[in-house]
């Protein structure tokens, strides 16, 4: 069954719900029976619609347990929806996997797939293998981009003597050898350092705007990430869609409301500003090495920082700085969501 | 979608990604098991520890059995030997010759044994657990996001065992000629080649088969195959005739039958009637006749390879309706 709609990914009413796992009781009395508890059924997904044109860079926020990634291993044709649908290149999900298997690839952040006792290239060249790429086609593109991700003194090292950073580089390269029109990218930069991201941010940016046809989605934890490199981005939380729209229109949806960031002494109390007046959302975050608390105050107006300033040396801790900001993707997230992703 | 996107689905194509990732699957088996020497030692030299422990026995009976000869000849070389009238020279000699020809065709059948371990460990622990391994490391749901058929992964998972084992069995078979003096004669090297190879497919199609259904059983299936270590050593008689199990009263011929679900056992059977021809150890310890024996395994090549096939179908629609692909520690 065909997609009528030209979305490279689009997604209807999808819900995915995971039957709860099953706790096994141990026996404490000799002669009791052994009893089974079950952990309840799991909504991952709560009725998601979608649509990702072709060509998009199309980024999807959300704190862990959002329903990213079930989101991800159901357009990749790795589960089943429980209810609603997915079109992938035109062609459902449950119905059709086969032409979308030929055009899509998938990587996530702290792969572990391969086999240490294969060389890198080698590791590359047998997925490439899985999705027909002809062997002279697959060495050439694996050597083109072993040079672009900084990987080629490293082609014949076995993947067992790799780093993490030139490992996600290998991964990364086992997504884009097969020549994919879709890339689902699950946190691909998760753990690297400053140089190994940018190298990936700036490849997928320029793979998707220079070469016709190509769509990538990308979930990620770096906000900053997300905006320097979607076209769109989605929010979600607990399995539900609570904005998409380009980054600077999310901005623009919160430009009536005031952003405040303090960083204090270390609080621990912060139920004070639960229920403040004029606070819509707030986040806290403590540095303990420097013993300091940052929080982020989204507010409708200037109104409420005195207060929030008297609750906060009422409880002997000293304010540091005080700054007010423009809103960025964060203060987005945190306005919608009710808590930053850390 | 943009004409860019347009891909290929007709026959040729499907058979092409086919074999491409039967080859690419295979590819870790072959090149990249071997690169590390340590193989030599592991799983050449010291399963010949094992083998050597049955061949010496077989040869100490043996020597006991020429001693007693030797002592009748030189004892009482003419008229009666207590009761019983002695053998003549001629006599003498025959029982000579039979009992080296027994003893070779005992050790001959530990080698040949041995040489079969290696393939039912490689079923056991490289095709049967390994699907579970791959979920554990990952490639699992890469593999099962790519276009290629599911009997592909598997078919080069087989391949790449079969070649990677038949390197360590060649090595046994080498060890036990030059170490032990072991004699083969084989008088129909054509026919040895089909048994061979139609065990060997049936062998690792029931390795297949198990691959989806321990994926489903999760670290259960370790058990398992800790179970069908020793078990099927003795039932399937890899280090002796297995007609021999029919021969003993009571529980013999049940433990026998079982073994002989297992391809191994057919299979060992009749490689050893090839290799020391049907008259060895008096013709009465084979199960069937060699082309009985073939007809079985090929009947036993085709049951595996389907149920192998639905297996993992089965495994993998389950798999997606309860993430089970994707979710490690399950």
């Known amino acids: ?342 | 979608m943009s004409a860019a996107s347009v891909r290929r689905t007709d026959l040729r194509y499907r058979v092409g990604l086919n074999l491409r990732a039967v080859v690419g699957r295979s590819y870790p088996r072959i090149v990249g098991a071997n690169r590390e020497p340590s193989w030599i030692f592991f799983e050449a030299l010291l399963p010949l520890l094992g083998i050597a422990a049955y061949v010496f026995i077989y040869q100490f009976f043996g020597g006991q059995a020429l001693a007693v000869i030797n002592q009748a000849t030189l004892t009482a070389p003419f008229g009666m030997c207590g009761s019983n009238p002695c053998a003549d020279a001629a006599q003498q000699a025959l029982y000579r010759a039979a009992v080296y020809s027994n003893t070779n065709a005992l050790v001959a059948s530990v080698v040949l044994g041995g040489t079969m371990v290696a393939f039912w460990l490689n079923v056991l622990w490289s095709m049967a657990s390994q699907l579970y391994w791959e979920k554990e490391i990952g490639n699992l749901q890469l593999y099962m996001m790519a276009p290629m058929n599911r009997m592909a992964l598997l078919g080069g998972m087989a391949v790449g065992g079969m070649v990677m084992t038949s390197m360590r069995a060649v090595s046994t078979l080498i060890a036990g000629v030059f170490v032990f003096g072991v004699v083969f004669q084989v008088a129909n090297p054509l026919m040895l080649l089909a048994v061979f190879f139609a065990t060997l497919i049936a062998l690792y199609g029931l390795g297949m088969m198990f691959a989806s259904l321990y994926l489903l059983w999760g670290r259960e299936a370790w058990n398992l195959s800790a179970l069908m270590e020793e078990p099927i050593f003795f039932s399937s008689g890899f280090y002796f005739p297995l007609g021999g199990l029919f021969r003993i009263p009571g529980w013999g011929p049940a433990v026998a039958i079982a073994g002989s679900f297992i391809p191994a056992s057919i299979g060992l059977d009749a490689l050893r009637q090839l290799t020391l021809g049907s008259t060895a150890f008096g013709g009465t310890l084979w199960i069937f006749d060699v082309t009985t024996e073939l007809e079985i395994l090929v009947g036993m090549a085709v049951l595996f390879l389907i149920l192998a096939r639905y297996a993992l179908a089965y495994l993998e629609t389950l798999a997606k309706r309860e993430g089970k692909l994707t979710s490690r520690h399950q």
């Open chain 1, 1 to 342: 069954m065909q997609s009528p709609m030209t979305y490279a990914v689009e997604t209807r009413d999808l819900t995915r719900i995971f039957a709860g796992k099953k706790k096994r009781r141990f026996r404490r009395k000799a002669g009791s029976n052994g009893s089974e508890d079950s952990l309840g059924p799991v909504t991952a997904l709560d009725g998601v619609s979608l649509g990702i044109k072709e060509g998009e860079l199309f980024g999807m926020l959300g704190p862990n347990g959002a329903g990213k990634t079930t989101l991800i291993k159901i357009l990749a044709t790795l589960l089943l929806p429980t209810a609603g649908q997915a079109f992938v290149a035109g062609h459902d999900v449950a119905k059709d996997p086969f032409p979308i298997r030929q055009r899509i690839n998938m990587v996530s952040g702290g792969e572990t797939s391969g086999y240490g006792l294969l060389t890198a290239r080698e590791n590359i060249w047998m997925f490439s293998q899985f999705y027909g790429v002809p062997s002279k086609v697959s060495k050439e593109r694996i050597d083109d981009l072993m040079h672009i991700f900084g990987l080629w003194d490293k082609r014949d090292a076995k993947v067992r003597m790799l780093s993490t950073g030139q490992r996600q580089k290998m991964n990364m390269i086992r997504g884009f050898v097969t020549d994919p029109d879709i890339l689902f990218l699950d946190e691909p930069t998760l753990g690297l350092d400053v140089n190994a991201a940018r190298v990936i941010r700036e490849y997928v940016m320029n793979w998707v705007r220079k070469r016709a046809g190509k769509t990538v989605l990308l979930t990620s934890h770096y906000m900053a990430e997300a905006d320097q490199m979607c076209d769109r981005i989605a929010i979600i939380d607990k399995g539900r869609i609570l904005a998409c729209d380009t980054p600077a229109n999310l901005k623009r949806m919160i430009r009536t409301e005031t952003t405040f960031q303090l960083e204090v002494d270390t609080i621990r109390d912060t139920t004070s500003f639960v229920g403040l007046r004029g606070v819509k959302n707030f986040s806290h975050k403590d540095d303990i090495s420097k013993n300091r608390s940052h929080l982020t105050f989204i507010l409708e107006d200037e109104g409420p920082v005195a207060e929030i300033l008297s609750s906060i040396t009422s409880q002997g801790a000293k304010v540091h700085s005080l700054q007010k900001s423009e809103p960025t993707l964060e203060d987005v997230f945190i306005s919608m969501v009710g808590r930053g992703l850390d």
